[in-house]
């Protein structure tokens, strides 16, 4: 699964996001008049997506992966930048065309439960994708796709005529995988798809998207905050902090040279299973608060919290740049590595 | 004998195994269960049941007319004389024919104004909130405006204009009692639109008109039943004012608003009257509220 560096970059891209912006109006009532000021939830993502690889992205609470995603699949509208996914050019798509990439990328979401229709029961909320793409096909044929899918995921037959509400977190997990898959997708979103769930769940549920995705080659983009999590399935780690990408690196790169400062407080706050080594590491604790993305600092919008912060970085903006083959980073301060 | 005992329980263990797809127990059998525990509901739920078949059937097996009168029997307290159990009004009409006719058309009346406002509410408010902005601005401005016509006018203009109509009435209710619906159902709709379940309705492209029907509505039933129980005794009250003002029915065909309101007439010299009419509706309402009541209990999801 891991790929080869050279590789990549002979290989086409399948999703391609460049300078993705998604931004909200809010209302302001303070002062004399109302007004409205913008909150720049996602300000200027790029990255690369290649077939049968899987993409993490991670970052604090609030710092845009939830919104990235969304603004991906134009849950919610982007407010600039563009997506490429297979050649489409997906900024200017009308509903017809967006109808027809639905069926190639799928979601999966962070609350298992709330994520499957209460009033519907497991066969109707898997079979949902397919009535809504092939409404040709006939109940039968529907149905048996349907079983062979729950059968893949690890549900019983038995369990399909039954409601939500009478399973785990796990097996509503695994109805969401099911829906997600029915379509045959090529990628597949997973929005924080384990972090509501016991931990013993959640490696089976990461070892399921493994194997599903070894199975049918399916692209991955995997959010989370749990960086062990991450670490295990991802190929590239997308590093964000408010709304902007920090490192974007291969997983070995990332955590065994992280480049960036934040990068590198991050994995420092990663519990070791030694006692031993964790009480003699020096955990790199952030000064301060998230910045509110309504008014995020000028240049980078990490300097206010960065231990290495100089006056350079109010003035400039840090773009992603190569700082060697498995890197990029957007600090700086960063120095070049000569590739050879 | 042991082997046996192994064979009956290897039996047991496969057939066990191989039991089909057990039957669910979905939502609303749950909720049947738990309306079936509440005893005040029940009883109120056949209650209604037996006034409204008294209604609908009681007329066929008495021996009066609902326009006749009894030339032997004017003004008569209830009595066994001529089986007049309710007894009879001035003009010598047996009031408990009259009492069950007159249920019939304010029963009818309440179900299908209710019907009909219900199902406007519903769709107004669940399209509202779906689509927000705007529309949703637009809509529910229409609904305070409507909240701001005075309903009694308007019926009486209309009463003036087209005739005293049965359907008339019907409409006139519905017109003005649909907007708390689509208040409720707009409320609800806002707080289940940013469920996850709807984005990932979205995500598979689910069309919207779908998206609300498949997904919207059948999750805004709870709230949408306990709703109607209320409505249903405020349609039948209002039907009941525009007969009591002679906005309604025409005689000799009655309904309960009227019979109070001859009742109260002359509830001086023959009190039943005013009673039994009075009594039938009182009991409908009270039925209404009790089966609202449990229902609201019953289909709430956090009481498991």
């Known amino acids: 699964m891991s790929v080869e560096t050279a590789t990549v970059a002979e290989r086409q891209p399948i999703l391609s996001v460049r300078d993705l912006k998604v931004h909200f109006k809010v209302k302001h009532d303070k002062g004399w008049l109302p007004s409205t000021r ?98 040709e096909l006939g109940k039968d044929e529907v149905m048996r796709r349907v079983r062979v899918m729950m059968q893949r995921v690890g549900l019983t037959e038995q369990q399909i005529n039954r409601y939500p509400h009478e399973f785990s977190g796990g097996q509503c997990q695994r109805i969401g995988i099911a829906r997600a898959l029915i379509l045959q997708p090529k990628l597949i979103i997973c929005d924080e798809p384990v972090s509501a769930l ?14 599903l995705q070894q199975e049918m080659g399916l692209a991955l983009i995997f959010i989370a905050h749990d960086l062990a999590v991450v670490k295990h399935i991802s190929d590239r780690i997308l590093v964000m902090y408010l709304g902007r990408e920090m490192e974007l690196a291969e997983k070995h790169a990332l955590y065994d040279q992280p480049k960036h400062p934040y990068t590198k407080a991050l994995l420092s706050a990663i519990p070791i299973p030694d006692p031993e080594l964790e009480r003699k590491k020096t955990i790199q604790i952030l000064q301060g608060d998230l910045p509110s993305p309504i008014d995020p600092p000028s240049g980078c919008v990490f300097r206010t919290r960065c231990p290495q912060a100089q006056p350079l970085c109010a003035e400039q903006q840090p773009q992603l740049r190569v700082v060697n083959a498995r890197t990029q980073v957007s600090c700086l301060l960063a120095t070049s590595e000569q590739v050879a | ?80 004389h001529n089986m007049h159990l309710f007894g009879t009004d001035e003009m010598g009409r047996d009031l408990l024919v009259r009492t069950l006719i007159g249920g019939r058309i304010s029963l009818f009346v309440g179900l299908m104004a209710t019907l009909a406002s219900v199902t406007l509410g519903i769709l107004w408010g669940a399209t509202a909130g779906f689509l927000g902005g705007r529309v949703d601005s637009i809509m529910m401005r229409i609904v305070d405006m409507m909240y701001a016509v005075p309903y009694l006018l308007i019926a009486i203009l209309m009463v003036t204009l087209l005739g005293r109509e049965f359907y008339l009435v019907v409409l006139t209710i519905t017109v003005f009692s649909w907007m708390d619906m689509a208040r409720v159902v707009r409320g609800q709709t806002l707080s289940l639109k940013s469920k996850e379940f709807i984005e990932a309705a979205r995500c598979i492209g689910v069309p919207v008109h779908k998206q609300i029907l498949r997904h919207i509505v059948p999750n805004l039933l709870g709230i949408v039943v306990i709703y109607t129980t209320i409505t249903v005794p405020g349609v039948i009250l209002t039907e009941s004012v525009l007969s009591f003002l002679g906005l309604g029915v025409q005689e000799p065909m009655t309904s309960w608003g009227v019979l109070i309101h001859d009742g109260a007439a002359v509830m001086e010299n023959t009190p039943w009257m005013l009673l039994f009419p009075g009594v039938m509706l009182s009991l409908t309402l009270y039925c209404a509220n009790y089966i609202g009541d449990g229902m609201r209990d019953a289909l709430d999801p956090k009481d498991r």
């Open chain 1, 38 to 135: 913008t909150l720049k939830a996602v300000d200027g993502i790029s990255f690369d997506l290649y077939a049968g690889e899987t993409l993490g992205i991670v970052g604090e609470s609030g710092c845009g992966k939830s919104t990235l995603s969304r603004g991906i699949l134009n849950l919610i509208p982007a407010t600039g930048g563009e997506i490429v996914w297979l050649g489409r050019e997906l900024h200017k798509a009308g509903a017809k065309e967006w109808q027809a990439v639905r069926r190639e990328v799928q979601m999966i979401f962070q609350d298992p439960l709330a994520s499957l229709d209460p009033r519907m029961t497991v066969a109707q909320i898997i079979a949902e994708p397919l009535h809504t793409h092939y409404p």
């Open chain 1, 198 to 211: 016991d931990v013993s769940i959640q490696a089976q549920i990461i070892n399921l998207l493994k194997e």
């Open chain 2, 1 to 80: 004998m042991n082997q046996e005992k192994n064979q009956a329980i290897l039996q047991a263990a496969a057939e066990a195994v191989a039991a089909p797809q057990i039957a669910s127990r979905s939502p609303w059998a749950d909720a049947r269960r738990r309306f079936l525990r509440n005893k005040a509901a029940v009883v109120s739920l056949v209650l209604l049941s037996l006034i409204a078949l008294a209604c609908i059937f009681g007329p066929m097996f008495l021996p009066h007319q609902f326009d006749t009168t009894d030339w032997d029997a004017m003004g008569l307290a209830p009595t066994l």
